[in-house]
């Protein structure tokens, strides 16, 4: 046993194939729903993205913005690239995801297979680094886009809160509520709650610390950690929840922008 | 009283396979009760580790139709119907005969970590609220499910660069501890492996314990690397401020 390594027992592990396993539970339909869904999601998305129209509906006074097209680039600052805006976007939040801790796990038995599941054997014949080597040693960059994810958050907290008034006959706001101002506040909750049990948040506001009730301040961030926690032992529902409502409050929008539904305004 | 069929795994480290034993079963039955009959009524020679069969010890890991089990926190009423139970020894120790595996492997690792090492003139007065979090890793019955069960060891066989989830915990809970004075987080990344880990959770879903493994020892602790050896605001606010060590 040199100095350096863990271990000198003879090993007995070893690549088992894919596939091979004792275990007579469904263990394959928790990955293979996540794979349907993370795939739902991204053609959905990249298509949703890719056509650069019908992101906004402003039939009837509302003024309801996709939340792929938040924020709306071309309007605020005049850029027009020759594709769609929403690409300059995007990458945040699909970067956010894709390093978030949960997303990883789920992707990396889905997807890659390492593993599939637990106790069932994987492809023989791979490498494995883990997240010590590129690309995977990038995940160490999450709190990254965790930052400007938040900076995306407080768009879209604009945009629903937006979607509560209604441009009048006079041509003034009046506050009002459509059953699309409910879908992107309850969209954008939605996707608070998924950012606010975020590992790295949970981290940086108090996590890092080893004693809480060594400072005044330390005291505080206790609080904010204990808080945070009860968003992060969910986050994984709220990936869900938070993915699936973006989804929709962009379809939604998009059928009401091509005529095929009609929003209903409640006052 | 039913009968149900049990396939138990006889062998040692040159091989084996599974053997078919029928056990009567009666209510509240755990596994551990089952592989018991057996060595009472038709194979004394059956090797298993046990002790305390309150799923307080962490001696009778195996692998009870194919997950990293209790035998003894098992009830066979949790188990389906109608089919064999199989029990197997863990997979990512070396067999030594039928349920018994060699274990050493994790004891090296654990005699890698430097214990706790208090500041100089402590105070040994802690509040709750710095107790609450560590406690928790305390429940550790070092049962090795998790090691088991890990993809790291038992796909990958990277034993020797890589601690392994319950030391992972057992670091944090040092790392933790307001009152500890050294640091590990260049032994967390180097040695220990952490970055190996992919965060994919078995761990946490075969502890015992229910300890959360990963969320609150692990990615804490791949966090804590970031902050040291990736974040580079903090590497260069370290190095203008000239604080180069823990908080
Ligand atoms: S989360 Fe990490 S330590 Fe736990 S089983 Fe998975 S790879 Fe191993
Ligand atoms: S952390 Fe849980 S699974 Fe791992 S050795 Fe401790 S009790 Fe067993
Ligand atoms: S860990 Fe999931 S968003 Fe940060």
Known sequence: ?267 | MSKREFKVWRGDAAGGKFVSYPVDVEEGMVVLDAIHQIQRQQAPDLACRWNCKAAKCGSCSAEVNGKPRLMCKTRLDSLPDGEPVTVHPMRSFPIMRDLVTDVAWNYTVNRKIPPFTPKKDTQWLMQQEDVDRVQEFRKCIECFLCQNVCHVVREHDKKDHFAGPRFFVRIASLEMHPLDSLDRIPLLKKEAGLGLCNITKCCTEVCPEEIHITDNAIIPMKERVVDRYYDPVQIVIRKLTGKDKKD
């Open chain 1, 1 to 267: 046993m040199s100095d350096t390594s863990l271990a000198s027992a003879s090993a007995s592990g070893g690549p088992h194939g894919l596939g091979a396993t004792d275990r007579r539970d469904s263990w394959w339909l928790g990955p293979m729903l996540v794979f349907l869904g993370l795939v739902a999601f991204g053609v959905y998305s990249t298509w949703a993205a890719w056509t650069g129209t019908d992101y906004l509906l402003q039939s009837h006074g509302a003024y309801y913005l996709s939340p792929f097209y938040s924020p709306d680039v071309k309007d605020l600052f005049g850029i027009a690239p020759p594709f769609s805006f929403a690409f300059l976007i995007l990458w945040i939040p699909l970067g956010f995801r894709a390093t978030c801790y949960y997303y990883r796990k789920s992707y990396y038995r889905a997807f890659f297979l390492d593993p599939v599941a637990c106790a069932v054997g994987e492809p023989k014949g791979r490498t494995y680094r883990g997240e010590t080597a590129f690309p995977f040693i990038l995940q160490n960059m999450h709190r990254y886009f965790f930052y400007l994810a938040t900076i995306v958050l407080l768009f879209l907290w604009f945009d629903a809160l937006r979607a509560f008034f209604f441009t009048g006959p006079g041509g003034h706001l009046q506050f009002g509520m459509g059953v699309g101002s409910i879908i992107m506040l309850l969209n954008v909750i939605a996707l608070s709650a998924f950012s606010m049990g975020c590992n790295s948040f949970r981290h940086l506001i108090g996590g890092k610390m080893d004693c809480f009730s060594c400072s005044g301040a330390a005291r505080t961030r206790y609080k904010l950690w204990k808080g945070v926690s009860v968003f992060n032992l969910r986050h994984q529902e709220w990936a869900w929840i938070s993915l699936f409502s973006v989804g929709l409050t962009d379809l939604y929008i998009r059928l009401c922008c091509m005529g095929i539904i009609h929003d209903v305004r409640i006052f």
